[in-house]
């Protein structure tokens, strides 16, 4: 059942929960919505209360005219409100990074783990990340959102198949292509804020995949070298993409 919390600028944000336990808030990357995440909240439920939820702009969560990182950061401060006031955390890409930046503010977040946050991730040959931030703009602008989408998977190392255009998921992909730029911004200019970071209080772990792209092992050892006694895991055989069977038994483990 959909359920609604509002944003302390008034944003509604829609969110679902299962399964019972502990709180734990599972916080999408670039181009997903609650709904991205529906292979993973049935290997949780058993263990936690599953909070997914729609980032601002996204599915049934509303937005307003002029985004900032500090708005999206108030959204998950809301949801752990409505959660009991305290809760686990879970992100994933640019969602690691809300979680990182919640978490540095002050957020109740008592566990906290990350899977490849995308800093140090804006280094393609030739192009400056504020160039790249421009262009995928642009293309929303003229309403090209599949430019966009495009243009940002190769820009993150992974190849782009002419046949994703195809797939069933490709729709949905589209509908939310509107919020990369809220991604980028997170993004910042790629480096990692090691002193907001430093902030961080909470049992805190550092994921990334065996088979993902070199910048992922490398923002990892970064955001740990920022974050007080954060612990480090591979999961071998897995890219940017994570396997919810693989990463499920990770999550459980460290949360319990």
Do not use: C
């Not at 566990?111 to 490849?116: M, P, T």
């Not at 994703?164 to 790629?190: E, F, N, Q």
Request: proline residues 7%.
């Amino acid at each position: 059942m959909t359920e609604f919390q509002i944003s302390p600028d008034g944003t509604k944000i829609a969110f679902e929960r299962s399964g019972a336990g502990p709180a734990l808030i599972v916080v999408g990357g670039a181009l997903n919505s609650r709904r991205s995440a529906d292979m993973l909240v049935p290997l949780l439920a058993p263990h936690f209360t599953v909070y997914a939820y729609d980032r601002r702009g996204r599915g049934e969560s509303t937005d307003t005219a002029s985004y900032s990182p500090d708005r999206e950061v108030e959204d998950l401060k809301a949801l752990i409100d409505a959660a009991g006031g305290s809760a686990y955390a879970y992100g994933h890409s640019s969602g690691a990074i809300l979680v990182l930046e919640a978490a540095g503010a002050g957020a109740s977040i008592s566990k906290l783990a990350v899977y490849e946050p995308p800093y140090l991730a804006g280094n393609a040959p030739g192009e400056p990340w504020q160039i790249f931030r421009d262009r995928v703009q642009a293309a929303l602008d003229t309403g090209d959102r599949g430019g966009a989408v495009e243009m940002f998977i190769r820009h993150t190392g992974s190849d782009f198949d002419e046949g994703m255009k195809t797939m069933p998921w490709w729709p949905g992909i589209l509908s939310v292509a509107h919020t990369l730029p809220h991604d980028l911004a997170l993004t910042g200019d790629g480096s990692v804020p090691a002193e907001r970071l430093s902030n961080i209080r909470g049992t805190a772990l550092g994921i990334y995949g065996g088979a993902s792209p070199s910048w992922a092992r490398a923002a990892i050892n970064a955001v740990a070298e920022a974050v007080p006694r954060m612990q480090q895991e591979k999961l071998d055989g897995q890219g940017h993409a994570v396997g919810p069977e693989a990463l499920a038994p990770v999550l459980i483990n460290f949360f319990k």
